[in-house]
């Protein structure tokens, strides 16, 4: 994962060069361009199935979500949105809950009782290792891709002045910080 998380971070970087000289040079070339928009899509089509694969194990239906709803509560927001994107994690549990089916139970007391049961994998660290790096990755992509959907919309003005140069410095390492988990 470490070598995955590497080559990505890498070819992020050399995207990043490329829009940065690109829109240093000549913003407006970015109204016709479909090379990065290429690369973007080709590097995003490939951290999304390893994404699905990580995710999607499991001998029950959603059992990473569910997981991540009884165990990690906090973060399966972040992974809702890379999978549907309109889904909170309140409506997963409720519909989770809705899909499974009661069944009669009887308890010590020998009263018939209904048991909802909501069955999930149980999840090992490096499993959720994976998950989470690919998880961050995707979402750098996606801020590259709406970056560079900006810039082909236009309107958008270059400023090198000291100060934007500052800013942006300051926006990629809150970026940085924030994918590493850094707060």
């Known amino acids: 994962m470490i070598q995955i998380k590497s080559d990505c971070d890498i070819y992020i970087d050399t995207l990043l060069c ?5 829109a240093s040079l000549e913003i407006e070339s970015f109204k016709g361009d479909t090379v990065l928009t290429a690369y973007i899509k080709f590097l995003l089509d490939i951290v999304k199935d390893l ?19 009884f165990e990690k509560p906090n973060e399966l927001d972040s992974y809702l949105t890379l999978k549907n994107g309109n889904e909170s994690t309140d409506d997963f549990l409720l519909r989770v809950l809705k899909n499974e089916n009661s069944t009669d139970h009887f308890d010590q007391n020998h009263r018939n009782i209904k048991q909802i049961i909501i069955q999930y994998e149980n999840f090992d660290h490096n499993q ?21 959907s900006l810039l082909k919309d236009g309107n958008v003005k270059w400023d090198n002045s000291d100060e ?3 800013a942006l ?14 707060m």
């Open 128 to 148: 959720l290792s994976m998950a989470s790096t690919l998880r961050d990755i995707m979402y750098k992509i996606q801020s590259i891709d709406e970056m560079l």
């Open 164 to 166: 934007a140069v500052k």
């Open 51 to 69: 994404y699905e694969r990580v995710t999607g194990v499991g001998r029950y239906d959603e059992s990473f979500y569910k997981y991540l709803a």
């Open 169 to 182: 410095i300051g926006f990629l390492d809150e970026r940085k910080d924030v994918s590493s988990g850094n």
């Open 18 to 22: 490329f829009i940065h000289s690109k």
